[in-house]
């Protein structure tokens, strides 16, 4: 079902899109640390703990920003097996309780518990653990508050866009 879009979720929408193209390339980047690697250490028998930290740390990033791009172009997992056989109008009230009940509270949390989090390992100037491994550990932690920030924000669009078509506003275009 595609909701009506309003001017809020069409600037929203565009964003996030262009947000989720561009990290798109941290997927070519990761299959490249990933494959370098790998030539390294089989190849000449040296592995690198820099270039095993950096790939979880490009996986990270792909996805806790690519969460936000997922909701906008509603390729996100669903349990559809209900949902599929109802009529627009009850999967609209669906999406807006779903949204209001679930998805706004979780983000909440983790935003909130998120906060304190990044600002301890900024405060404390923490580092990996491995020896000879990456330093400037808030700054990976930092994406959890971007990405889940990101998945809010497409949240509240998605959430005035359903708000619209349950109450008939108008699409703003």
Do not use: C, T
Request: charged residues 15%; proline residues 3%.
């Amino acid at each position: 079902m595609e909701w009506p879009h309003n001017r809020f979720s069409i600037w929203v929408d565009r964003q996030l899109n262009w947000i989720g193209e561009s990290v798109s390339w941290l997927w070519l980047m990761l299959l490249g640390v990933i494959v370098l690697n790998v030539v390294m250490r089989y190849a000449f028998g040296e592995g690198r703990i820099e270039f095993e930290e950096i790939q979880w740390h490009l996986y990270a990033i792909g996805f806790l920003l690519g969460l936000s791009y997922a909701n906008v172009s509603d390729s996100h997992v669903r349990v559809d097996v209900v949902r599929a056989r109802l009529n627009p109008r009850h999967q609209a009230w669906i999406e807006l309780y779903g949204i209001l009940l679930l998805l706004l509270p979780f983000l909440a949390l983790i935003i909130f518990y998120a906060i304190p989090f990044v600002q301890y390992s900024y405060l404390n100037a923490e580092v990996s653990e491995a020896p000879g491994g990456l330093p400037f550990r808030w700054l990976i932690k930092s994406f959890l508050i971007v990405g889940f920030s990101l998945l809010l924000l497409s949240s509240i669009a998605r959430l005035s866009r359903v708000w619209g078509y349950l109450f008939g506003e108008d699409d703003g275009r």
